[in-house]
C-alpha cells in the first residue's frame, strides 16, 4: 500500500511565524503535490513537483514555497504565516507525469492565531 | 468561471436509492477524470477514473463522460450509510496537475 505521511496532524502557529509542514511518501513516486483545502471552494493547489529539485507553481502559490531535496520528502513553508492561511493541509503523490492517480496523506490542520 | 464545478448539494437519499452527482469542466482539452471520496475528518481517496466518452463501471458506481458536453457525472446504485461522504470531482489539466471541484455531500438516510 502506497503511503504518504504528514509531520503532524493538528498544528497551531502565531501570525509572522516560519512554518515547515512535511510530507513524506514510501513509494518512489515522482509526483508530490500540496493542497489546501476550504469550506465551499474544495482542494486547490499551492505547488507541485516532479523530480527532486524540480518545483511548479500551482493555483495559489502566494504566501508558500517549497523543498524537494529528496524524492520522498516535500515541504510546503509558510514564510511568514497569517490568518488566511489557517485551513487544511493536503499533501498527495503520484507515480509519474502520466499516472494519474493521485494518493493523499491524513492531512494537517493548521491554525494561525 | 471556475475550472471544475460540482453540483452544491448536500444531496439526501434515502438507503437503496441511487444518488447522482454532477460535474462540469472548463478546459476542453481536458482528458482523465476522477471521483474521490472524503469521509469527514479523512483524506480523499480514488473511486473512479474515466478516460472516453460513455459510461464506466465499478460495482455499484458509474462513471459517465461526456466531452463535447464537458460534462462528468457520478451514478451511486443501491446507496448505503456507509456511502455518505463528500465526494470531489478532478480533472487531469494538460499540464499535468489535478483540478478539483469543491465537492459534493452525500448522505444516506436508513
Known amino acids: 500500500d502506497v503511503k504518504v505521511t504528514q509531520s503532524s496532524r493538528y498544528l497551531v502557529k502565531r501570525t509572522g511565524e516560519k512554518v515547515f509542514l512535511e510530507c513524506v511518501q514510501d513509494?518512489?513516486?515522482?509526483?508530490m503535490f500540496w493542497y489546501r483545502q476550504d469550506p465551499g471552494l474544495g482542494l486547490r493547489l499551492i505547488y507541485f513537483s516532479y523530480d527532486v529539485k524540480m518545483k511548479e507553481k500551482g493555483d495559489i502559490p502566494e504566501g508558500y514555497s517549497v523543498s524537494r531535496e529528496k524524492k520522498e520528502r516535500f515541504s510546503l513553508i509558510l514564510e511568514s504565516a497569517s490568518t488566511n492561511q489557517t485551513s487544511m493541509y493536503l499533501c498527495a503523490s503520484s507515480l509519474s507525469p502520466g499516472e494519474t492517480e493521485a494518493f493523499f496523506g491524513q492531512g494537517t490542520r493548521l491554525t494561525v492565531v | 468561471q471556475k475550472e471544475v464545478e460540482q453540483n452544491s448539494g448536500p444531496l439526501s437519499v434515502p438507503e437503496g436509492a441511487i444518488a447522482s452527482l454532477n460535474c462540469t469542466y472548463s478546459?476542453?482539452?481536458?482528458?482523465?477524470f476522477f471521483w474521490y471520496r472524503q469521509y469527514s475528518g479523512k483524506s480523499p481517496e480514488l473511486i473512479m477514473s474515466?478516460?472516453?466518452?460513455g459510461d464506466k463501471e465499478d460495482g455499484r458506481f458509474t462513471a459517465q463522460l461526456n466531452k463535447a458536453s464537458q460534462y462528468v457525472s457520478l451514478l451511486i446504485r443501491d446507496s448505503q450509510p456507509s456511502d455518505s461522504a463528500t465526494y470531489l470531482c478532478a480533472v487531469k489539466r494538460n499540464d499535468y496537475k489535478l483540478s478539483f471541484g469543491a465537492g459534493t455531500t452525500v448522505t444516506v438516510r436508513a
Open positions: 478546459d476542453r482539452g481536458s482528458q482523465s
Open positions: 513509494m518512489d513516486h515522482e509526483n
Open positions: 474515466i478516460y472516453s466518452n
